[in-house]
């Protein structure tokens, strides 16, 4: 049986007190336990207010990206050491807001995703097409060519430690999900390809589903056999709709 998770990406939102008080909410409606791994991904700047709430609960917290490399003269970036001395779980990687805005190449992206499994940080390794792959119907051979690409130069192995998220880009912060059967479609195909590599690992992975998701529609992908949960950018900037979410889980995984 895999765990379900979902993850909430701030994002670059938020100042201290919106970041306290967000985080202190949630902290409160999931002390119950909702039989998911939740986890909280702050700016970097908040996370040690984050840890401060959320340490002793249930949540889990993690950065939002990683440089390769520990103690180094690289201005501005921060390393795998940095968030496992902030009792960081996960770290995201390869967000197309970073692949397509800053750059982040598959080389990048995996030589990141190696540094964080070597300081025993899981990674959150996400994937998906672009709008114009989705129009030219190539969105399978564009997730394929990511994950492979990444696979090629970290090994299998290290996948033991990732979380797998697809999110379309055309989906992310414009309001249109993709529909449940769709995201299902894809997301037994990321399985497939993994299980080119390793069957065992295929079955284990955690694969979440991420591109517009809120309470309104979390429910019927979570139903998906193979959607593990959800990674929620703008809906987990709203206590209640987060934790709405996070039930949502809870009610499809057990
Ligand atoms: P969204 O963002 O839920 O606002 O679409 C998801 C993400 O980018 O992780």
Redesign the pocket.
């Known amino acids: 049986m895999r765990k379900s998770m979902v993850i909430g ?1 701030w ?1 670059m939102h938020g100042l201290v007190k919106q970041a306290a008080l967000l985080a202190a909410t949630i902290c409160d409606g999931a002390q119950y336990n909702f039989g998911v791994e939740v986890v909280l991904l702050p700016a970097f700047v908040h996370l040690p207010l984050v840890r401060d709430i959320l340490c002793g609960s249930n949540l889990f917290w993690g950065g939002q990206n990683l440089y390769f490399g520990h103690n180094s003269a690289i201005t501005g970036e921060i390393s795998a050491d940095m968030l496992v001395d902030l009792g960081c779980k996960y770290v995201l990687l390869g ?3 970073r692949r397509v805005l800053l750059h982040e190449d598959h080389m990048l992206i995996a030589r990141k995703l190696l540094a964080a499994v070597n300081k025993n940080l899981k990674p959150i390794l ?1 994937v998906g097409e672009s709008l114009a792959d989705q129009q030219r119907g190539v969105s399978a051979e564009a997730i394929t060519e990511q994950l492979t690409a990444i696979i090629s130069f970290t090994g299998i192995a290290v996948f033991e430690q990732v979380v797998l ?1 697809y ?1 379309p880009l055309w ?4 309001g249109a999900t993709a529909t449940p059967e769709h995201a299902q479609a894809t997301h037994a195909h990321i399985r497939a390809i993994i299980a080119t590599y390793s069957i065992d690992i295929a079955e284990k992975i955690c694969i979440i589903y ?5 309470a309104a529609n979390a429910l019927s992908l979570f139903a998906m056999p193979d959607i593990d949960g959800g ?6 900037l709203n206590a209640q709709e987060f934790l709405t979410i996070c039930r949502y889980a809870h009610e499809t995984c057990s």
């Open positions: 990406n994002k967000h197309s807001e996400c998220a999110e989906a992310i912060g414009t991420g591109g517009s998701v809120k990674l929620i950018g703008g809906a987990s």
